[in-house]
C-alpha cells in the first residue's frame, strides 16, 4: 500500500544534542510538511516542500531544518533540542499545492531529557 | 484568512449513542472541508471529505458529515458509535489556492462510556 512512514516512531535525545527524524512516502507526491503537535492541541506547521521548493512559516524556530534529498525523502533536523521541542513530529503528503487532503504518517514522538 | 472552529474541546457519549461533532469554518468562498482523526499516539488519518457536489458525504468507520453553506459549519456524526471510536477529531479547511495550506480546528476529544 502507498504510504507515509516515519522513523523512528519514538526517539529520545538530551536537551541540545542534534537529532534528526526521518520520513519517507511511497505516493509520488510533489509536497510535503511537517508539523509540530504538542499535547491535546492541533498539528501546527513548520514547513513544506513543494518538490525542491521549501517554504518556512514564518514562526518556525530557526534552530528547526529541512532537507529533502529526492521526491521520496524529507527529513526534519533539530539543531539544538530544548525541553520546549519536546512533542510529536507530523509528516504528510499532498499531491498538489493546494487545500486538498493531505495524508499523514504516525508521527514521531522526541521526548528531550 | 480561512479559520475553523470546534466548540467542543471534550465529549463523552455512551456506547451505541448518536454523536455528532461540531465544526465552523470561516472563508470567502466555497472551502474544501476534511474531518481527520488521531488516535493516541497515532498520525491523523482522513475520515471524510468535502469538495462539491451532495452536502452530505460519507467517510469511513461508519461517519458521515454535512456541509451547511448558511450556516458555515460541517458537523461529523455517526448514529451509534462504538468504544473503539474514542480518539481526536480534527476538522480542518482548505481552499484551490496555489500555496493554501489546511487550516485545523482545536481538536475534539471522544471518550467513549461502556
Known amino acids: 500500500d502507498a504510504m507515509v512512514i516515519q522513523n523512528p516512531r519514538y526517539q529520545v535525545t538530551q536537551f541540545g544534542k542534534p537529532v534528526t527524524l526521518s520520513c519517507s512516502q511511497t505516493?509520488?507526491?510533489?509536497?510535503m510538511y511537517w508539523y509540530q503537535q504538542k499535547s491535546s492541541q492541533a498539528p501546527k506547521l513548520l514547513f513544506h516542500?513543494?518538490?525542491?521548493?521549501?517554504?518556512n512559516e514564518a514562526d518556525t524556530p530557526d534552530n528547526f531544518q529541512s532537507r529533502r534529498p529526492n521526491t521520496s525523502f524529507c527529513f526534519l533536523d533539530i539543531r539544538s533540542p530544548g525541553l520546549g521541542d519536546a512533542a510529536m513530529y507530523l509528516c504528510?503528503?499532498?499531491?498538489?499545492?493546494?487545500?486538498?487532503?493531505?495524508?499523514f504518517g504516525p508521527g514521531t514522538r522526541l521526548t528531550v531529557t | 484568512a480561512q479559520s475553523v472552529t470546534q466548540p467542543d474541546i471534550h465529549i463523552t457519549v455512551s456506547e451505541g449513542a448518536s454523536l455528532e461533532l461540531r465544526c465552523n469554518y470561516s472563508?470567502?468562498?466555497?472551502?474544501?472541508l476534511f474531518w481527520y482523526v488521531q488516535s493516541p499516539g497515532q498520525g491523523l488519518q482522513l475520515l471524510l471529505k468535502y469538495f462539491s457536489g451532495d452536502t452530505l458525504v460519507q467517510g469511513i468507520k461508519g461517519f458521515e458529515a454535512e456541509f451547511k453553506r448558511s450556516q458555515s459549519s460541517f458537523n461529523l456524526r455517526k448514529p451509534s458509535v462504538h468504544w473503539s471510536d474514542a480518539a481526536e477529531f480534527f476538522c480542518a479547511v482548505g481552499a484551490n489556492n496555489a500555496g493554501n495550506m489546511l487550516t485545523f480546528g482545536g481538536g475534539t476529544r471522544l471518550m467513549v462510556k461502556p
Open positions: 504528510a503528503t499532498s499531491r498538489v499545492l493546494d487545500g486538498h487532503e493531505q495524508y
Open positions: 516542500y513543494y518538490d525542491k521548493d521549501f517554504n
Open positions: 505516493l509520488n507526491h510533489n509536497v
Open positions: 472563508y470567502g468562498a466555497t472551502p474544501y
